[in-house]
């Protein structure tokens, strides 16, 4: 027998998903990633988001996307520059640092320069509970006062939703979730 059929035989140990990273959760503590791959093994993560976070939303449209990040704005930001549009976009790829899109188009319009605030925001939250969606949402609109992840700009983002660092550590489970396991059922 050929000695690359037989390497080929060789049983992936069990063991061999623990080291898979969690790419979602990169900057948090060891300790931390190593208990939510146990929950992954244990087959747990699932039933606990589902138990903290048993409805999905639904915000589908565009249409009421705009809506309801407007709601929030008026709320919380009322002073802040308008927004022009507010979007689900499927060609942005969540990953650990940019999990929405917040982009300031300028356009010249005779002698003014204008500036458009659009927010796109990734179409995973179309389909999540509300508490995610609200998160992500109330992350775009902090960076219409603040550019950089600063410490300013957290504290806006935790004014508007005292839960946010929570809230984004379990989005991260979730997209976690989503990735290695599938949906929430
Ligand atoms: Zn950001």
């Given at each position: 027998m050929?000695?690359?059929?037989r ?39 699932g ?29 919380f930001?009322r002073?802040s ?38 927010i ?19 992350h775009?609109?902090a960076h ?16 508007m ?18 990735d ?6």
């Open positions: 050929p000695r690359s059929k390497r080929t035989e060789i049983p992936r140990s069990p063991a061999s998903t623990a080291t898979t990273p969690l790419k979602y959760l990169g900057g948090y503590p060891a300790d931390l990633q190593q208990q939510v791959q146990q929950l992954i093994q244990q087959e747990k993560l039933a606990m988001l589902l138990k903290r976070y048993p409805q999905i939303h639904d915000i589908r449209t565009d249409r009421a996307l705009y809506d309801y990040t407007l709601g929030l704005k008026a709320e930001m002073k520059q308008p927004l022009s549009k507010v979007v689900y976009d499927d060609k942005i790829s969540v990953t650990r640092d940019a999990l929405g899109l917040h982009t300031q188009i300028s356009r010249v319009q005779g002698a003014k320069l204008k500036s458009k605030n659009e796109r925001i990734d179409s995973v939250f179309r389909q999540t509970p509300i508490e995610f969606l609200r998160m992500i949402v109330v775009e609109l219409l006062k603040e550019k950089d992840h600063n410490k300013a700009f957290y504290q806006l983002c935790q004014h939703e005292p839960d946010y660092h929570q809230l984004e550590f379990d989005l991260r489970l979730y997209l976690t979730h989503l290695l396991v599938g949906k929430l059922c």
